[in-house]
């Protein structure tokens, strides 16, 4: 079993920045790629970022140039930095790992228990 925390949302005004971190623990082999997703009220869940082993990053097209992913592999953690939020991106944003348990098993996705960012003035 992987277990993913996250930290680092809250509240902020429409301009402002915050930093969410996800670290996944226990049994671990290999992480391969990470990610971050959102959901806000009445909407799907929709791909915010993801970065893979060889730390090559993915991102929608209403983040690029606000948001950037970075990963430290050795922690097994990532960190998404938000830049210039708007009220559109006010939702529950949920970290998310694939793990391989072995060279012959496909990855297994495991999800964070999500945080909340609002961005309201």
């Not at 990470?34 to 970022?49: D, F, H, I, N, T």
Request: aromatic share 8%; net charge positive; proline share 5%.
């Amino acid at each position: 079993q992987v277990q993913l925390v996250e930290s680092g949302g809250g509240l902020v005004q429409p301009g402002g920045s915050l930093r969410l971190s996800c670290a996944a623990s226990g049994n671990i082999y290999i992480i391969s790629a990470m990610g971050w997703y959102r959901q806000a009220p009445g909407k799907e869940r929709e791909l915010v970022a993801t970065i893979t082993r060889g730390l090559t990053t993915t991102y929608a097209d209403s983040v690029k140039g606000r948001f950037t992913l970075s990963r430290d592999t050795a922690k097994n953690t990532i960190y998404l930095q938000l830049n210039s939020l708007k009220p559109e991106d006010t939702a529950v944003y949920y970290c998310n790992a694939d793990h391989i348990l072995n060279p012959l098993s496909p990855p297994v996705t495991y999800w964070g228990q999500g945080t909340q960012i609002t961005v309201s003035s």
